[in-house]
Each structure stands twice: as C-alpha cells, then as structure tokens.
C-alpha cells in the first residue's frame, strides 16, 4: 500500500501563488507517475500535471506556463508551485500515484481557493 497526504493548500488573491506537496509513504517501491489531479464542485476530475519516475512531465493546457511539477530526489515527496492562480484554479487538489498493474493510489486532497 502507498500512503499519500497533501499540504499546502489555502486561500489566495488572483495573480497569486501558492505551492502545494504531497509525501508518499508505505510501497513505494515501483511507482512509475505522480500526478497532480483537480476537482471543482459540479465538475469532473481532471489533470492538472504528472511526473514520471524519469522525471518527464505533462501539463493540462489550462495551466501550462504557470505551474511547475516536480519530485524530489528520493521520490517520496511530489511538489505544485502555482503561480499567476486565476479563480478558476479553485478546486481540491489531490495526489495521485501509480504503479503498472496496480490500481492508483489516491491522496484525500488538499483545497486551494482563488479569489477575484
């Protein structure tokens, strides 16, 4: 089993940033992606950004050029710097690893609220 739990999340200003982590315990042996999912009320779950265990990155076209991905050295730990936040950025954001045949592993998610 892996183990993940979110920080960092809170309010800000439009044009604002905000960084958010998630620290992955437990298995984590043979995780291949991390990824940064969003969910706003009345919508869908989407994806926002992912890393894979080579360190290559994805972004949704939404946040592309304003928010940064990335993985620490030891893997456990998985980062979103979020800058230029627009309103439409609120939603809860949730960590989410994988590993190949697996069903994902899922974080309970953390809220990041913009403001206009």
């Known amino acids: 089993q892996v183990q993940l739990v979110e920080s960092g999340g809170g309010s800000v200003q439009a044009g604002g940033s905000l960084r958010i982590s998630c620290i992955a315990s437990g298995n984590i042996f043979g995780i291949t992606v991390m990824a940064w999912y969003r969910q706003a009320p009345g919508r869908q779950r989407e994806l926002v950004a992912s890393?894979?265990?080579?360190?290559?990155?994805t972004y949704a076209d939404s946040v592309k050029g304003r928010f940064t991905v990335s993985r620490d050295n030891t893997k456990t730990t998985l980062t979103l710097q979020m800058n230029s936040l627009k309103p439409e950025d609120t939603a809860a954001y949730l960590c989410?690893?994988?590993?190949?045949?697996?069903?994902?592993?899922w974080g309970q998610g953390t809220q990041v609220t913009v403001a206009s």
């Open positions: 989410n690893a994988e590993k190949t045949s697996r069903l994902p592993y």
């Open positions: 890393i894979t265990s080579e360190g290559y990155t």
